[in-house]
């Protein structure tokens, strides 16, 4: 996968934080924030699918059948 620079800035404490976890773990920086953002998207994912169920229940969000999709957009299966 490519790999793609970010510029970030992070209060006092949590950079000190940052710093003491990566040494702890002999990891770098770089490996603790890729592992923390990945382990906060799964996290994040869960929340996403239980509101979009959510929204479905109540009527707020409508779900089509996939023949149906496939008829409109003129795909066969």
Known sequence: MAS?????SLD???ALELENVAKALHK???EVIANALDFYFDYTD???ADKISAE???GKMKVHESEDV????????
């Open 70 to 77: 496939y008829k409109e957009l003129g795909i066969e299966i």
């Open 46 to 48: 869960g929340i996403v």
């Open 12 to 14: 006092e404490s949590l």
């Open 28 to 30: 770098s920086q770089k």
């Open 4 to 8: 793609i620079k970010k510029l970030i």
């Open 56 to 58: 479905i229940e109540s």
